[in-house]
């Protein structure tokens, strides 16, 4: 699928996260978008990981109250590092061309507020394609005459909610790394399923190297299944168990440092060299 390829009107929602910036960038290469919409979700302007990449680039930057946080400054370091490796310049910065409408919401996780629900119903959507926003109210969810899809950056029958690589790191249960593309409800990663996949993963891999994975991963399945669905031969997979919901507010810094703990003792080898049943998970494909 080239860029502007097929009729169906694409419209992107995504937050301003160097990995969902990524996915609007590959999406408006390759499928006919239209439009994106980009909703903030820090009260910094700023996204975290592009504040990151500055520090990168010019260590004398990094203060002491960004070392502070979530990551002890090495890990944290490392996180921005794979991450801009990973993603590069297309998760730096939105490069939509002319005639592509570019919405960047004001507040905090206003994306369902009124004018933004106008102004994505003004693009007349066929179909809309989520990675990292908000939970989307029905307002939006009924726009779109062929659904909204949404990118979960893992399998939902195990891992709901966000951080769910960390999540499945963190637990010891490498197994369940992977990418979901549903049909989004009112509900949280528990619409009807298109396609999941699992990346290949390496001895070397930790939570971040394997989110880089199951990003590109889940961008390919997304791909996919706009166009089964602009071709009519969608299929729809009902998720009849629900993963364990995790949340935002549930990442601490302790579980972070407990997760490269994790990795560091080797969680990742031990599942490689551990029982093939554990590699053996089944999922929409």
């Given at each position: 699928?080239?860029?502007?390829?097929?009729?169906?009107?694409?419209?992107?929602?995504?937050?301003?996260?160097?990995?969902?910036?990524?996915?609007?960038?590959?999406?408006?290469?390759?499928?006919?978008?239209?439009?994106v919409v980009v909703e903030s979700q820090n009260r910094a302007c700023e996204p975290l990981f592009s504040k990151g990449i500055r520090y990168l680039k010019?260590?004398?930057?990094?203060?002491?109250?960004?070392?502070?946080?979530?990551?002890?400054?090495?890990?944290?370091?490392?996180?921005?590092?794979?991450?801009?490796?990973?993603?590069?310049?297309?998760?730096?910065?939105?490069?939509?061309?002319?005639?592509?409408?570019?919405?960047?919401?004001?507040?905090?996780?206003?994306?369902?507020?009124?004018?933004?629900?106008?102004?994505?119903?003004?693009?007349?959507?066929?179909?809309?394609?989520?990675?990292?926003?908000?939970?989307?109210?029905?307002?939006?969810?009924?726009?779109?005459?062929?659904?909204?899809?949404?990118?979960?950056?893992?399998?939902?029958?195990?891992?709901?909610?966000?951080w769910t690589t960390l999540w499945a790191v963190y637990n010891r249960e490498p197994e369940y790394v992977g990418a979901t593309v549903h049909y989004v409800?009112?509900?949280?990663?528990?619409?009807?399923?298109?396609?999941?996949?699992?990346?290949?993963?390496?001895?070397?891999?930790?939570?971040?190297?394997?989110?880089?994975?199951?990003?590109?991963?889940?961008?390919?399945?997304?791909?996919?299944?706009?166009?089964?669905?602009?071709?009519?031969?969608?299929?729809?997979?009902?998720?009849?168990?629900?993963?364990?919901?995790?949340?935002?507010?549930?990442?601490?810094?302790?579980?972070?440092?407990?997760?490269?703990?994790?990795?560091?003792?080797?969680?990742?080898?031990?599942?490689?060299?551990?029982?093939?049943?554990?590699?053996?998970?089944?999922?929409?494909?």
């Amino acid at each position: 699928m080239t860029n502007k390829a097929g009729k169906q009107r694409v419209v992107v929602l995504v937050s301003n996260d160097i990995s969902d910036v990524y996915f609007a960038n590959q999406l408006l290469k390759r499928a006919n978008v239209v439009g994106v919409v980009v909703e903030s979700q820090n009260r910094a302007c700023e996204p975290l990981f592009s504040k990151g990449i500055r520090y990168l680039k010019n260590p004398k930057l990094i203060s002491g109250r960004v070392k502070e946080g979530l990551y002890g400054k090495r890990d944290r370091e490392l996180a921005y590092r794979i991450n801009y490796e990973g993603f590069g310049e297309d998760g730096v910065r939105l490069s939509a061309g002319a005639g592509i409408k570019v919405v960047r919401t004001e507040g905090v996780r206003a994306i369902n507020a009124p004018e933004y629900v106008d102004e994505i119903r003004a693009l007349k959507p066929d179909v809309i394609a989520v990675c990292g926003t908000s939970i989307l109210k029905k307002a939006i969810i009924a726009i779109p005459p062929k659904g909204v899809v949404n990118l979960h950056g893992g399998l939902a029958q195990w891992y709901r909610g966000v951080w769910t690589t960390l999540w499945a790191v963190y637990n010891r249960e490498p197994e369940y790394v992977g990418a979901t593309v549903h049909y989004v409800s009112e509900g949280v990663d528990d619409g009807d399923i298109i396609y999941q996949g699992r990346p290949a993963i390496s001895e070397d891999d930790n939570q971040e190297t394997l989110y880089v994975k199951v990003v590109k991963l889940g961008i390919e399945l997304m791909l996919k299944a706009l166009g089964d669905i602009e071709d009519g031969t969608v299929k729809r997979h009902p998720l009849t168990r629900k993963g364990r919901l995790y949340l935002g507010r549930q990442v601490t810094p302790a579980v972070v440092r407990k997760t490269w703990k994790t990795v560091r003792e080797g969680a990742i080898r031990d599942y490689l060299k551990g029982p093939a049943s554990k590699k053996k998970i089944e999922i929409y494909e």
